[in-house]
């Protein structure tokens, strides 16, 4: 088999279990010291992982009673990662809703400078509605401006990312030349969200520019996915979505005339392993008994517009919950757990466990040799480029997972034995962009 698969390890503080810092492993103040992020890199590094990244929101997301929710900007973060690893990728949110194109072009041209080009950013148009009064606005921006903004704010990216030729340093100390002016490109962009003049301050690197990723999964995302994003983070439960779900955005990519290789889609799944089938229950029981219902069922019936006190734990999700398009916030993910709740005939109860487990994304409970399968499964069937593995306790689930699943996948020929490349273009598969303009106007 040729087409490797993708392995992007999705970090988050003491791991994506809700309640994983309450396990008597979990150290409680490694979420804010570098020294526990610069040691998963390490570990994703020696399992030749693609990448490690960061989810990101400029409020506070989640629930601030019952976890670990402080975040260190994450870009900040990747760059003291950067600095004791070679290899691995370092992908990080940031908000097209909450930011300024040329601060955000500098921030990752800078970690791709730091890194030689090890970066990627996420684009996301932020799915926490609260975030917006954090920036002046009264009423948060509706989905669809959201969207709007953010075409145009990846072509602004784009263009101050693609304004310097490589060739732009001449650094000829004998003439006192630096670099060559004709060589940055102003890039003058008047639009209806932006005008930025540029050119941007931090020329290209090794990879040409940043990795473009995108999460967002509803129509307008998937749109904007099929038109920009070079890696997809997605939520699919079932095999037959995550088919479905890669179909139609490998056939939107071809549309907007893209090589669809060079999209690539990476499932979230939540690896819960044991030796035995039943030490990974065990472990998975550990974890759902330390779980508090009080808020995410608060949480819950705010998202389906029905008051807590009429859901009953133990009952079905009821009938009458509110339509998806009227969900401002992040609407994709209102629908999947809609739809997990329908189609598995969960109680309230066993659906917020499994949304605490993984927010909704695949849940695996077993060995390493049943999650290999289930990655084969996926990959082999068309329903997956790899995975985005959110380890529901860290550091113990990566360290799980690089030593016992990687080396099965290694050994099954899905996975690399050692990095090609020094790149995350190269990890991904990806060509390196071309510098924008053909003729690239003086800088003046
Ligand atoms: C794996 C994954 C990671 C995500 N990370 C973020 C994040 O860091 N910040 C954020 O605001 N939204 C995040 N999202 C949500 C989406 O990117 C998007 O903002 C939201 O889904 C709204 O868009 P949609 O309605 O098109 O899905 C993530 C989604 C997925 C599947």
Redesign the pocket.
């Known amino acids: 088999m040729s087409k490797k698969l993708v392995l992007n390890a999705?970090l988050m503080s003491t791991g994506h279990h809700e309640a994983s810092w309450r396990l008597p492993e979990s150290d409680t103040t490694a979420y804010r010291e570098v020294s526990h992020y610069q040691e998963l890199a390490r570990t994703a590094e020696r399992g030749k992982l693609d990448s490690v990244?960061?989810?990101?929101?400029p409020s506070i997301?989640g629930d601030l009673a019952r976890r670990p929710s402080e975040t260190i900007e994450p870009a900040l973060l990747l760059s003291a990662m950067a600095v004791v690893t070679t290899r691995i990728g370092l992908v990080a949110?940031a908000?097209t809703t909450y930011q300024e194109p040329y601060n955000l072009a500098r921030t990752f041209a800078s970690l791709d400078a730091i890194s030689h080009g090890r970066a990627g950013w996420?684009?996301?148009?932020?799915?926490?509605l609260k975030?917006s009064a954090n920036f002046g606005y009264g009423e948060p921006p509706t989905?669809a401006q959201?969207?709007e903004r953010a075409s145009e704010f990846l072509e602004v990216v784009l263009g101050l990312w693609g304004g310097w030729r490589d060739d732009h340093r001449v650094a000829d100390k004998a003439a006192g030349v630096f670099t060559d002016p004709s060589r940055v490109q102003v890039l003058d962009h008047v639009g209806e969200h932006f005008r930025v003049r540029g050119p941007l301050n931090v020329a290209r690197s090794e990879q040409g520019h940043p990795v473009i990723v995108?999460?967002?999964?509803?129509?307008?995302?998937?749109a904007?996915a099929a038109r920009y994003a070079e890696a997809v983070?997605?939520?699919q439960s079932t095999l037959e979505d995550g088919r479905r779900f890669y179909a139609e955005l490998k056939a939107a990519a071809r549309k907007a005339g893209r090589n669809p290789d060079h999209l690539k889609i990476?499932p979230?799944l939540v690896p819960i392993l044991g030796s035995t089938v039943a030490e990974a229950r065990a472990l998975e029981q550990q974890l759902d008994d330390l779980v508090v219902l009080d808020l995410p069922l608060a949480q819950l019936a705010d998202d389906i517009g029905i008051p807590a006190e009429q859901i009953h734990l133990d009952a079905p999700l009821p009938d009458d919950i509110r339509p998806s398009s009227e969900?401002q916030?992040?609407?994709?993910?209102?629908e999947l757990v809609v739809k997990l709740a329908r189609s598995e005939d969960l109680t309230v109860r066993r659906l917020l466990l499994r949304l605490g487990s993984g927010r909704g994304?695949r849940a695996f409970v077993g060995t390493p040799e049943q999650v290999a399968d289930t990655i084969e499964q996926w990959f082999t069937g068309g329903a997956a480029d790899g995975f985005?593995i959110?380890p529901a306790v860290l550091p113990s689930g990566l360290e799980a997972f690089v030593e016992h699943v990687v080396p099965i996948l290694q050994r099954r020929g899905l996975f690399r034995h050692d990095y090609q490349g020094t790149t995350l273009r190269d990890h991904y598969g990806l060509p390196v962009p071309a510098v924008r303009a053909a003729e690239l106007a003086e800088v003046g």
């Open positions: 999705f990244f960061f989810a990101d929101s997301f949110t908000s996420n684009v996301v148009t932020s799915a926490d975030a989905h959201r969207y995108q999460a967002g999964s509803s129509g307008p995302g998937i904007l983070f997605t939520a990476l979230g969900v916030g992040n609407r994709a993910r209102y994304h985005n959110m």
